[in-house]
């Protein structure tokens, strides 16, 4: 039948989303010690960015993500860590506080954490596809996020649909559980990779 013909859409898709779980399965394992979800996280864009690319040895290619990108991955997550926590902790106090300006100061604080989670989304997706130092990098996914606003906010919607669906609905968390996190990253990298393509011929 040609619904099962290897090469037809149904297979490829199927392929693709068996890989994805099984991705999803080696991130969410070795997230279990938190201060290895930067690390985790960077492998996993990568593996899923080979997967994109034609690559389905998904497993090794996340091995060899995790030993390109631990360093920087783990510095991401802590420093996002430390700076989500700091956010979280002001809007606390000065819901409960009495100054003046603290509606303001939320405000401020709020569009900052805002900022954050935006660069957050280019930071890994940056990352595997240009080298270069960190503090590129990072000042590279800034701009992603503010010069291409709108593919921002699609990939957003993404992660936001994501979020939803794990929230709302009991029969549906399962499904994220086991491979909706990696899905949501694989999708992202197909939106961004329209833009990534810019900058990869103009360094060719």
Request: hydrophobic fraction near 55%; charged fraction near 10%; charge should be positive.
């Amino acid at each position: 039948m040609k619904l099962f013909d290897y090469e037809g859409g149904f297979m490829k898709t199927a392929t693709i989303l068996s890989r994805l779980t099984l991705l999803n399965l080696l991130w969410l394992a070795c997230c279990i010690p938190l201060v290895t979800v930067g690390a985790a996280t960077a492998a996993q864009h990568h593996s899923a960015a080979c997967l994109m690319n034609g690559d389905i040895h998904t497993a090794r290619n996340f091995r060899a993500g995790w030993k390109l990108y631990w360093k920087k991955g783990t510095v991401v997550w802590l420093f996002s860590a430390v700076l989500g926590t700091a956010f979280a902790m002001a809007c606390y106090m000065l819901n409960y506080s009495d100054m003046p300006s603290g509606r303001v100061l939320m405000i401020i604080a709020g569009i900052a954490f805002l900022t954050l989670v935006l660069v957050l989304m280019w930071v890994y997706p940056v990352m595997v596809n240009f080298s270069g130092k960190l503090t590129e990098i990072t000042f590279n996914a800034f701009i992603f996020a503010f010069m291409y606003a709108p593919v921002t906010l699609i990939a957003a919607v993404f992660y936001g649909i994501a979020g939803f669906l794990f929230i709302r609905f009991l029969a549906t968390r399962l499904l994220v559980i086991l491979f909706g996190p990696t899905v949501v990253v694989y999708c992202t990298l197909v939106l961004f990779e329209k833009v990534f393509q810019k900058y990869k011929k103009k360094g060719s």
